[in-house]
């Protein structure tokens, strides 16, 4: 099994900026993918980004592309989005997984999630 942990998640003005952070431990052999999602009360899970773990090849939802980055740091087995010009729509609670898959953008191919980070953009 692997667990993970989100920190990170704060109020934040509009226009500011927060970076994320996910800590997996427990059998992280067996992670291929590491990825972000957020859930909007009375929203689906939407995917945001994915990166191979390792820190290569990340790949974005458009929503998010130019405005968040995610990267990884192997030694600390930590995985981070770097949410950059934030508006009340970014509102949500931010989950990270991950998928033994290459490519995955659909919820079902990720297999462990973490418990959320709530991030909230208002004035």
């Known amino acids: 099994q692997v667990q993970l942990v989100e920190s990170g998640g704060e109020l934040v003005q509009p226009g500011g900026s927060l970076r994320l952070s996910c800590a997996a431990s427990g059998r992280t052999n067996s992670i291929v993918v590491m990825g972000w999602f957020r859930q909007a009360p009375g929203k689906e899970r939407e995917f945001l980004a994915r990166i191979i773990w390792g820190g290569i090849d990340a790949y974005y939802a458009d929503s998010v592309k130019g405005r968040f980055t995610i990267s990884g740091d192997n030694a600390k087995k930590t995985v981070y989005l770097q949410m950059n010009s934030l508006t009340p729509e970014d509102t949500a609670v931010y989950y990270c997984?991950?998928?033994?898959?290459?490519?995955?953008?659909?919820?079902?191919?990720?297999?462990?999630w973490g418990q959320g980070t709530q991030v909230t953009v208002s004035s």
């Open positions: 997984a991950t998928s033994r898959f290459l490519a995955p953008v659909q919820r079902g191919l990720f297999e462990h």
